[in-house]
């Protein structure tokens, strides 16, 4: 079973810093197949990055994905109030008993 | 406009079963996966399984297999999740989701969830 793990559990930032979030798989995730997602509260989750660093459509340039193999990481390069949420991480596809797993959610809240 | 809207909110006592449906408009209903997740009040997201529209075929995380059933209705856009012997851990928001890619996919190069219902809160409680 392919177990994703993200740190921080928590973020604590100012407006205009730099956050970075890791995902890390218990095992290889096939051909980067990995995707990023925001979550307010009271909200569906909100896509921001498949294939591990691709953009969605419509997402600011401010967020980026990047990794590969078992170590995966999502930057905002400068962070927006409106990017206080928790973000969480998705592999897909890596085995038939594992086919859809999400990572346990980074929250990022303002300092 | 294309969204997924899901049926309202739950309530039900331990031992009960739950149906929630899943509407889809302004794309293909049957071109795309609907999968099935589950959020339990202040923890993180849980994958539940997936309905095939096309097909009606179904795949479910082994949690769930033996309580969960997944159907779909093509004449009405609908997919349906149905739950039984509810107990309190089952108090959660479960959302429906659709896969980017084609049902005829030959990979799982697109099989992240591109949209997302609105998300329906089931409790349950004696």
């Known amino acids: 079973e392919l177990v994703l793990t993200q740190s921080p559990g928590t973020l604590s930032l100012s407006p205009g810093e730099r956050a970075t979030l890791s995902c890390r798989a218990s095992?290889?995730?096939?051909?980067?197949?990995l995707a990023w997602y925001q979550q307010k509260p009271g909200q569906a989750p909100r896509l921001l990055i498949f294939g591990a660093s691709n953009r969605a459509t419509g997402i600011p340039v401010r967020f980026s994905g990047s990794g590969s193999g078992t170590d995966f990481t999502l930057t905002i390069s400068r962070l927006e109030p409106e990017d206080i949420a928790v973000y969480y991480c998705?592999?897909?596809?890596?085995?038939?008993?594992?086919?859809?797993?999400f990572g346990q959610g980074t929250k990022v809240e303002a300092k | 406009q294309v969204q997924l809207v899901q049926s309202g909110a739950e309530v039900k006592k331990p031992g009960a079963s739950v149906k929630i449906s899943c509407q889809a408009s302004?794309?293909?209903?049957?071109?795309?996966?609907i999968h099935w997740v589950r959020q339990a009040p202040g923890q993180g997201l849980e994958w539940m399984g997936l309905v095939n529209p096309y097909s009606g075929g179904t795949n479910y995380e082994q949690k769930f297999r033996a309580r969960v059933t997944m159907t779909r209705e093509t004449s009405f856009s609908t997919a349906y999740m149905e739950l039984i012997g509810l107990t309190s851990d089952d108090t959660a928001v479960y959302f429906c989701?659709?896969?980017?890619?084609?049902?005829?996919?030959?990979?799982?190069?697109?099989?992240?969830?591109?949209?997302w219902g609105q998300g329906t809160l089931v409790t349950v409680s004696s």
């Open positions: 989701a659709r896969e980017r890619g084609p049902v005829e996919r030959e990979s799982l190069a697109e099989g992240f969830f591109d949209l």
């Open positions: 095992q290889s995730v096939i051909s980067n197949y």
């Open positions: 302004g794309f293909t209903f049957t071109g795309h996966f």
């Open positions: 998705l592999q897909y596809g890596v085995s038939p008993s594992s086919p859809w797993t």
